[in-house]
């Protein structure tokens, strides 16, 4: 049986606490390994490596820590397929959808490699009469992430990189459902160069988020994950005293107007909708239709499902691979069985023809979806489709705007205008025009609002870079001591 540990100051560390869970084969339902769940004392004693190797490591020059980063991205690019496996492995997205993970990840490690050119300040000579004055951003110190269970590799990435480039160490709490990607990823950043205690993995489950929330030592925490957990996260740790970014759930829309290309639309609904099983943050849930092609827009994306090729993520030819537990994919299915008894028309029923073996749930299409059914009210996090009607393109952008979550959200139109009112208007953080899943690039930052976001700061990116640092004014003065005098009146920049 493959035990699943953790990895504290340079190492791996089997646990002490006689907790373990299970972790599956998402395509087979067979147990694959054993993950340790840390205690309160493993918690400390990750965070007191990472403590105890941060003054060096902030002391690093950046020239050396971008180096350390550079080695990294090569060591990730040439691992690709091994990272991708072990995500197939334990997630059970398919093999193509694994790749891209680690290739956006990637992204996030490239764009550190800049952090010569990213913790540059700024400076202000002659501010008053022989005072300059500059800024400079500094580390905060031992900092945590938390990341879901749905990106094990590319989330951590996110949070990771900009971190240590930054000067801070870390300790990372991945998800308990796929953790090996984890342990990989520390072995890889030891091989860069990054010094025993920067990196530490504890595998585990609330015990552990909660000493990491609690824990003194720890001056911020990022999270991915539901919103419920977002806003716990968020309110614990800031309770504690500690800078939180909490990314919470999401209600992607997609609105389709009657001038838009509906062949393109229904490719972008089924590829969006059904990627990855649906278990991403900025899948498409919602298409919200104008009546008026509504009924064609529905056929052609139903005329497309029995199309998608349902199979294990290491079968070449799958397109959609299993949900992560049975018990999330016997949730995922409630819904699709409670639909038609709140009003809504069952247009493909996923629960029909799934695989026996594993945690397989065919892609669902729902018709007639409106507020208030919980098929759109809540975050499924599966291979559900629902669509929306509505009378107009007022109608649908007040829909979005209404609705809690405020993540991701596409338009689908070839009118310019139009699309630029749209992305003016809409109450949501991430917009796409044409474009399904407007993840943003890693120069840019990912970020919702509304219930998708808990605290002011986006993740990765120039916000990533914020968050991680705090940012210090020096005002300097070199005088000539013939010039001393004792002036107690308050400072004049004249």
């Given at each position: 049986?493959?035990?699943?540990?953790?990895?504290?100051?340079?190492?791996?560390?089997?646990?002490?606490?006689?907790?373990?869970?299970?972790?599956?084969?998402?395509?087979?339902?067979?147990?694959?390994?054993?993950?340790?769940?840390?205690?309160?004392?493993?918690?400390?004693?990750?965070?007191?490596?990472?403590?105890?190797?941060?003054?060096?490591?902030?002391?690093?020059?950046?020239?050396?820590?971008?180096?350390?980063?550079?080695?990294?991205?090569?060591?990730?690019?040439?691992?690709?397929?091994?990272?991708?496996?072990?995500?197939?492995?334990?997630?059970?997205?398919v093999l193509s959808d694994a790749l891209g993970e680690v290739a956006r990840g990637l992204e996030n490690i490239e764009f550190a490699c800049g952090i010569p050119h990213l913790l540059k300040g700024a400076y202000s000579e002659q501010a008053a009469t022989g005072v300059d004055v500059y800024s400079i951003r500094q580390p905060l110190g031992v900092v945590a992430g938390i990341?879901?269970?749905?990106?094990?590799?590319?989330?951590?990435?996110?949070?990771?990189?900009?971190?240590?480039?930054?000067?801070?160490?870390?300790?990372?709490?991945?998800?308990?459902?796929?953790?090996?990607?984890?342990?990989?990823?520390?072995?890889?950043?030891?091989?860069?160069?990054?010094?025993?205690?920067?990196?530490?993995?504890?595998?585990?489950?609330?015990?552990?988020?909660?000493?990491?929330?609690?824990?003194?030592?720890?001056m911020a925490i990022s999270f991915v994950g539901s919103t419920p957990i977002a806003r716990y996260i968020y309110e614990t740790g800031t309770a504690n005293g500690k800078r939180v970014q909490a990314l919470g759930g999401a209600k992607n829309h997609m609105l389709v107007l009657p001038d838009a290309d509906l062949d393109m639309a229904a490719d972008a609904a089924i590829s969006a909708g059904y990627g990855s099983a649906g278990e991403r943050c900025m899948a498409i849930s919602v298409v919200v239709a104008v009546e008026s092609i509504a009924d064609e827009l529905v056929g052609k994306i139903r005329d497309r499902i029995p199309g998608i090729r349902v199979g294990a993520g290491a079968e070449p030819d799958s397109e959609m691979g299993p949900l992560v537990t049975g018990e999330h994919r016997d949730k995922v299915a409630a819904y699709v069985a409670g639909a038609g008894d709140e009003g809504a028309d069952v247009v493909v029923d996923g629960r029909e023809d799934a695989p026996d073996q594993g945690f397989f749930l065919n892609p669902s299409l729902l018709d007639r979806v409106r507020p208030g059914m919980a098929a759109y009210d809540d975050e499924i996090f599966g291979p559900v489709l629902s669509v929306v009607r509505v009378d107009s393109y007022d109608e649908g952008l007040a829909m979005i705007n209404d609705n809690p979550y405020g993540n991701g959200v596409a338009l689908f139109t070839r009118d310019g205008g139009v699309a630029r009112e749209f992305q003016y208007d809409v109450n949501v953080g991430m917009v796409g025009v044409n474009v399904p899943i407007p993840v943003p690039v890693s120069y840019y930052s990912f970020g919702g609002w509304k219930a998708s976001l808990f605290g002011d700061s986006h993740m990765y990116g120039p916000e990533g870079v914020q968050f991680y640092t705090r940012a210090k004014v020096v005002t300097s003065r070199w005088p000539d001591p013939r010039t001393s005098t004792i002036d107690l009146g308050f400072p004049q920049n004249r």
């Open positions: 049986m493959n035990r699943i540990s953790h990895w504290i100051d340079g190492r791996l560390s089997e646990g002490t606490s006689g907790r373990t869970a299970t972790v599956y084969n998402p395509a087979t339902g067979e147990t694959s390994g054993k993950v340790d769940l840390a205690d309160g004392g493993e918690v400390d004693a990750a965070v007191a490596a990472a403590a105890a190797a941060f003054p060096a490591w902030r002391a690093t020059s950046l020239s050396r820590r971008a180096e350390v980063l550079f080695h990294l991205r090569e060591l990730v690019d040439a691992n690709r397929k091994e990272i991708a496996s072990l995500l197939t492995a334990e997630h059970g997205k990341t879901p269970f749905n990106f094990p590799a590319m989330v951590p990435m996110w949070m990771f990189a900009n971190a240590l480039a930054c000067g801070n160490t870390f300790v990372l709490k991945p998800s308990e459902k796929d953790p090996s990607a984890s342990l990989l990823m520390a072995e890889l950043l030891a091989k860069a160069g990054l010094p025993a205690g920067c990196f530490n993995v504890v595998q585990g489950d609330k015990v552990a988020v909660d000493r990491l929330l609690e824990h003194p030592d720890v």
